[in-house]
């Protein structure tokens, strides 16, 4: 993924900096979600999905995670989706727990269209769009990354895992990977579980799916980093792993948090580090901020960027805010003659 920042020319407001809870149907369901987006912010701003562990809540990670002050300090808007209520009254992403052989619901395309729908909405950038999750939420982070497709650029987990089922079948783009995990996770075992003693579905250890990420971008450099310990009283100390040099530029890292548990960093657990934070700034490094226009990132609007918008629109591309050149929500003829007028005038 490139890593290119340029400034932008045009700004927008939201209404409110409080979450607000939405509803999206998607497949004759009604699902929710929380979205926060700060008071003030330009158009194209990056989009973090956050995703909430079994028999978790939207509600509840985003009141442990923090990340909401993360996105008033660093300009990016936040969506919470809600899982569905399995059999056992539990809220839940569809990753192919053993104990769910009925389930069919199709979380996949649910957070793929709500991403398309929130990037048009708000105007959002629809190359800087992430997932983190914790636990059942990591799992769905990594299931997204598995799917060929351009909507997530990049995904974190924190004590997820990659289950067999959906790791045999892996067909990912490289992009950006960060796992966050503790050594005597009691839940997600360190090791994995290939023979599903713990009931969940036959699992790979974490080192074995961050090397496999690590393959997957072609990093050519591993770097170890220790994470001062400023609380040894939490009875855990971290390790960071870093894969670099990779297609894009692309890294894959791992904080192994020896002595950490299923816990979500600087909520409870390890207090070293504030996850949230430690997602965010690894999501940063790959931000790809243009001018809207701009569609090949030459910090310059000119004829190769109608091209682009025209083929964005013949080939009827996912919303684009850079093609969105009058920004109306709406990629269409309007955005070439306005675009066009614009190259004229000079």
């Known amino acids: 993924m490139l890593k290119i920042l340029y400034p932008l020319f045009f700004s927008i407001s939201f209404i409110s900096a409080q979450p607000q809870l939405h509803t999206f149907s998607i497949n004759n369901e009604t699902r929710q979600y929380y979205l926060y987006t700060p008071d003030s912010l330009g158009p194209g701003v990056p989009l973090l999905f956050v995703l909430h562990g079994y028999t978790g809540s939207a509600l509840s990670i985003m009141n442990y995670s923090d990340i909401n002050q993360i996105a008033d ?6 969506c919470y989706p809600q899982g569905l209520i399995d059999d056992m009254d539990n809220a839940f992403w569809n990753v192919g727990y053993d104990f769910h052989p009925n389930e ?17 909405e708000y105007g959002l950038s629809s190359y800087n769009t992430f997932s983190a999750g914790m636990s059942n939420g990591g799992e769905m982070s990594y299931m997204l990354a598995c799917q060929p497709s351009d909507v997530f650029r990049g995904v974190a987990s924190v004590t997820g895992i990659m289950f067999e089922s959906f790791y045999n079948t892996c067909n990912p783009l490289p992009i950006p990977v960060l796992e966050i995990h503790g050594t005597l996770d009691e839940v997600n075992l360190w090791d994995g579980d290939p023979n599903n003693e713990g009931g969940w579905g ?15 971008n072609n990093c050519t450099q591993t770097i170890i980093e220790i994470v001062p310990d400023i609380y040894p009283s939490d009875g855990s100390s971290i390790t960071v792993e870093k894969h670099t040099n990779g297609i894009n530029n692309n890294e894959v890292w791992l904080y192994k948090i020896a002595g ?8 409870s657990g390890n207090m070293d580090i504030n996850a949230g934070e430690e997602i965010w700034g690894f999501f940063s490094q790959y931000l790809i901020i243009a001018d809207t226009g701009d569609m090949n990132f030459d910090n310059s609007v000119n004829i190769m960027d109608i091209l682009m918008i025209s083929d964005n629109i013949l ?32």
């Open 315 to 346: 080939d009827n591309e996912n919303y684009n805010h850079l093609a969105d050149y009058n920004q109306d929500s709406n990629v269409n003829l309007l955005d070439i003659f306005s675009l066009g007028q614009y190259i004229l005038s000079f």
């Open 104 to 120: 069919a619901v199709d979380d996949l395309e649910f957070l793929s269209s709500l991403a398309n729908y929130l990037q048009k």
């Open 260 to 267: 950490g548990g299923h816990e979500w960093p600087g909520e």
């Open 73 to 78: 300090q660093n300009g990016f808007v936040v």
């Open 202 to 216: 036959p699992y790979i250890g974490i080192q074995e799916g961050i090397n496999y990420w690590a393959n997957i």
